[in-house]
C-alpha cells in the first residue's frame, strides 16, 4: 500500500531554514503523479502549500513564493519542500501529498490528493 513518511520538522528562530522530506513507497509510477504540501496550524483549516507536477513544474501559494521550494527526487522516491526565510506564520504541521493524476488539479483542494502522509511539525519563533 502508499505509504508517505514526512521528516524534517523542527524548531527554528524566524529568519532559519528547514528542508521537510517525504518519502514514497507503494505507490507505482510515482513519478508520473502530482505530488504536494499541506499543512495545518492549530484552530485553522488545511492549507496548500506547493506542488508539483511530473514534468517538474512547480506551483506554490502566494504567501511562500519565493521562499519554498519543493522539489522531488525520481530515483530516490523522494520529495523535498526547502523552506527560507521562515516565518511565525509558517508554524504548523507540514502533510506530503499524493495525487493520482501527472498534472496538479488544484494545490488548494485537499479533495485533489488521495495519499497522506501522518506530517511534521515544524515550529518558528
Known amino acids: 500500500h502508499v505509504q508517505l513518511v514526512e521528516s524534517g520538522g523542527e524548531s527554528v528562530q524566524a529568519g532559519g531554514s528547514l528542508r521537510l522530506s517525504c518519502a514514497v513507497s507503494?505507490?507505482?509510477?510515482?513519478?508520473?503523479?502530482?505530488m504536494g504540501w499541506f499543512r495545518q496550524a492549530p484552530g485553522k483549516e488545511r492549507e496548500g502549500v506547493a506542488a508539483?507536477?511530473?514534468?517538474?513544474?512547480?506551483t506554490y501559494t502566494y504567501s511562500v513564493k519565493d521562499r519554498f521550494t519543493i522539489s522531488k527526487d525520481n530515483v530516490k522516491n523522494t520529495l523535498y519542500l526547502q523552506m527560507n526565510s521562515l516565518e511565525v506564520e509558517d508554524t504548523a504541521m507540514y502533510y506530503c501529498?499524493?495525487?493520482?493524476?501527472?498534472?496538479?488539479?488544484?494545490?488548494?483542494?485537499?479533495?485533489?490528493?488521495?495519499?497522506w502522509g501522518q506530517g511534521t511539525q515544524v515550529t518558528v519563533s
Open positions: 501529498v499524493a495525487g493520482l493524476t501527472p498534472y496538479c488539479v488544484s494545490i488548494y483542494s485537499p479533495r485533489a490528493y488521495n495519499y
Open positions: 508539483i507536477d511530473t514534468a517538474g513544474m512547480p
Open positions: 507503494g505507490y507505482t509510477y510515482y513519478s508520473r503523479k502530482c
